[in-house]
């Protein structure tokens, strides 16, 4: 398979059981081992992972035996040759965060949060990674009196600075989202992201990371959230996938709801050699009515959707572009890329 030079990831959570807020789960949990010979097969290169997708239970596990499993979960990775691209702290299950990880109002919730995920850098280094993403799932308010935002904003400020300081070579990407689990979340947008990334006590070991979706859910375009992250080489990571308007966080294969919107991603990370920065991630679901045996074919599409835009990106006319931007006719630029975007191979 032509990659172009990209590598590609996807997390184990990508292979799901179909359970949504209305029912129960559709398809039988799939072994992670299976997982991942199915990432193998069909051709991306590392396992994106939450703490507990490497260790599980690990709130109840010594330093040593966290380190025994992690290192266990590294020898896997290793005998396929495979790697993994980061490690995210799952805050948002515990009893002890409902209202809030590093912004609940308690102070024995904020210092678990904490505890935690040093923790989960812990785990990215033995697994070989620098990089943690940061999903600041219930960082946010379902009532606005509930916390006070300005406060919340230097407590998510502090636990950055702190984890920079736990581990001197980690490199932390925010992942920003404007909704879902709670009502409003802190940081919302890639300017929310990087404005508190600037603030920390080293800058240059913050960046983010643009899903899709979560752009499109605050009413942006996911391809200038990710021109604004790019334009101050702050794009690491992307979870690419799509989104049918305003409504819960779908995880819809990349592409398949709007592939011009897919199409403009695409274009902006190949002009800005985004390859050589950070690696393709996908965050997609199957659709709830997908069979079992049938439901990795939205990692599938995602990827062939994904080379093949880059196929239509690297066809364009650059020279024709400029003139047309130049002649101020919007309407052929408009032509050529649909033109591009309908060609049959
Ligand atoms: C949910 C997020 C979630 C994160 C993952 C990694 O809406 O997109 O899937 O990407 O937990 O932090
Ligand atoms: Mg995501």
Redesign the pocket.
């Known amino acids: 398979m032509e990659k172009y030079g990209y590598k590609f990831s996807f997390?184990p959570?990508n292979i799901h059981e179909g359970a949504d807020p209305f029912g129960p789960p559709v398809r039988p949990t799939v072994a992670f081992g299976d997982k991942l010979a199915t990432l193998k097969e069909l051709g991306f290169d590392a396992m994106?992972f939450?703490d507990d997708d490497a260790v599980p239970d690990l709130d109840n596990l010594s330093a040593a035996e966290i380190k025994r499993q992690a290192e266990a979960m590294k020898r896997m990775l290793d005998d396929l040759g495979l790697v993994a691209e980061f490690v995210?702290p799952?805050l948002w299950e515990h009893p002890m965060t409902i209202d809030g990880a590093f912004t609940a109002n308690d102070p024995a919730v904020r210092a678990y949060a904490l505890e935690r995920t040093k923790k989960t850098a812990d785990i990215a280094r033995y697994l070989g990674t620098d990089l943690m993403?940061?999903?600041l799932?219930r960082e946010g308010t379902y009532l606005r009196e509930a916390k006070d935002a300005v406060r919340a904003t230097h407590q998510l400020l502090e636990a950055i600075d702190a984890l920079l300081e736990y581990d001197p070579a980690l490199r932390i990407i925010i992942?920003p989202?404007p909704n879902?689990p709670m009502d409003l979340a802190y940081i919302p947008t890639m300017g929310h992201a990087l404005a508190l990334g600037m603030q920390s006590r080293d800058p240059s070991r913050v960046g983010a990371l643009v899903?899709s979706a979560?752009a499109v859910l605050a009413g942006l375009d996911p391809a200038d959230e990710m021109s604004f992250a790019l334009a101050f080489g702050k794009l690491w990571s992307v979870?690419l996938n799509d989104q049918n308007g305003l409504k819960f966080?779908q995880?819809r294969s990349f592409g398949s709801v709007d592939l011009r919107r897919a199409f403009n991603q695409v274009r902006v990370l190949e002009e800005n050699n985004f390859r050589e920065v950070g690696m393709v991630g996908l965050?997609v679901k199957a659709l709830r009515t997908q069979p079992a045996e049938l439901a990795t074919k939205h990692l599938r599409n995602s990827l062939r959707v994904f080379l093949r835009l880059v196929a239509v990106v690297r066809s364009l006319d650059k020279t024709r572009i400029d003139e047309l931007r130049q002649a101020r006719d919007y309407e052929e630029l408009d032509w050529l890329v649909l033109d591009a975007l309908m060609k049959n191979e």
Do not use: I, P
Request: charged share 40%.
């Open positions: 997390g959570w994106q939450h995210a799952r993403v940061l999903w799932a992942e989202k879902e899903e979560h979870h966080d995880d965050d």
